[in-house]
């Protein structure tokens, strides 16, 4: 698969302060990747350096295999860039700052008339492109600053903390709309510190802290990266020996722990096996009360790699 972003050793000071520490960073096209990280992780300062506003000190960043350093206009045309809290004139109708953009694009007067229609229609302010923007609530003014990201028609979508500030409507709303860009078949690199974020819209995570890649893969695959053994809590009626012991011999069971009525399965897989435990419970002539499958989320992940990076680092002499 083409690398819509790739970084090698990507190195960006401050003074004193490494804000970004030799950055490999790979983020296929036509996905939707996650940058995750806490606050002053250095997301903002990494998406600075790939849309040309910041120069690396070390390492090189490239943009469908263009370098992103010096003067190339041709290269950030093929980026769209919304900001960390993006702030816009509140004195302007969200059509006219569009249309202002748009002239910054060079695009002629038709090509705002056929563009700036469907824009409003895709980030759901259609019928409020007339309003001042000064009027517009949060979730509003961040949905137009997704429209100006989408003006040029770009190949790659960068936005900085996207949801950053709005109420949970708010965060639905642009999680859908971020969503409905991937469907155009925009490359999206969301930025965030939300968990729940990036797990509920991302298909690919880069974990960052300290400027440091923690880890970088599918959610699926960060979210397995470190855990432990995923359990079936079961709850059934008449559980005997023999019932255990056959769940035992199933291949994919490594242990069954008992309390009571309840079973406590440890799977060392990670596909959906619960269909055949429960075929198993049933042939052994128990009955099902409830069951439920207990893993790990990004969370966990998220915490257990930031606890591991800060014990590591302190370790250093």
């Not at 990201?149 to 949970?168: H, Y």
């Not at 056959?246 to 596909?271: A, G, Q, S, Y």
Request: glycine share 10%; proline share 4%; charged share 25%.
């Amino acid at each position: 698969m083409n690398s819509a972003i790739e970084t090698v050793n990507l190195t960006k000071r401050y003074g004193r302060l490494t804000a970004v520490n030799k950055l490999n960073l790979n983020v296929s096209a036509n996905t939707i990747h996650g940058f995750l990280g806490p606050n002053g992780a250095g997301k903002t300062t990494t998406i600075k350096v790939l849309v040309g506003l910041l120069r690396p000190d070390e390492g090189v960043a490239r943009i469908f295999g263009q370098e992103v350093s010096g003067d190339k206009p041709d290269v950030r045309l093929r980026i769209g860039y919304m900001p960390e809290l993006p702030k816009f004139p509140k004195h302007l109708k969200g059509w006219e700052l569009l249309d202002i953009y748009g002239r910054m694009y060079s695009m002629s007067q038709q090509q705002r008339r056929d563009q700036l229609p469907k824009l409003l229609e895709l980030v759901g302010l259609k019928g409020r492109e007339n309003d001042l923007i000064g009027k517009y609530s949060k979730g509003m003014q961040q949905r137009l600053g997704i429209a100006q990201a989408l003006l040029n028609e770009p190949e790659l979508v960068i936005l900085d903390e996207p949801s950053l500030g709005l109420d949970p409507v708010g965060m639905v709303e642009v999680r859908e709309l971020i969503t409905n860009i991937a469907k155009e078949g925009m490359t999206v690199f969301l930025s965030s510190h939300l968990l729940f974020e990036v797990q509920q819209v991302c298909s690919h995570v880069t974990i960052i802290n300290k400027g440091v890649a923690l880890v970088s893969d599918t959610i699926g695959n960060v979210e397995h990266k470190i855990r432990g053994p995923t359990t079936l809590q079961i709850e059934v009626t008449n559980l005997t020996n023999v019932l255990v012991e056959n769940l035992k011999k199933l291949p994919f069971v490594t242990d069954v722990k008992t309390e009571d009525n309840k079973l406590n399965i440890t799977l060392e897989t990670r596909e959906d096996v619960r269909p055949q435990v429960s075929e198993t419970i049933t042939k052994s002539g128990g009955t099902i009360v409830s069951m439920n499958l207990i893993g790990q989320s990004l969370e966990d992940v998220f915490v257990q790699l930031i606890g591991k990076a800060e014990e590591e680092g302190g370790r250093k002499p």
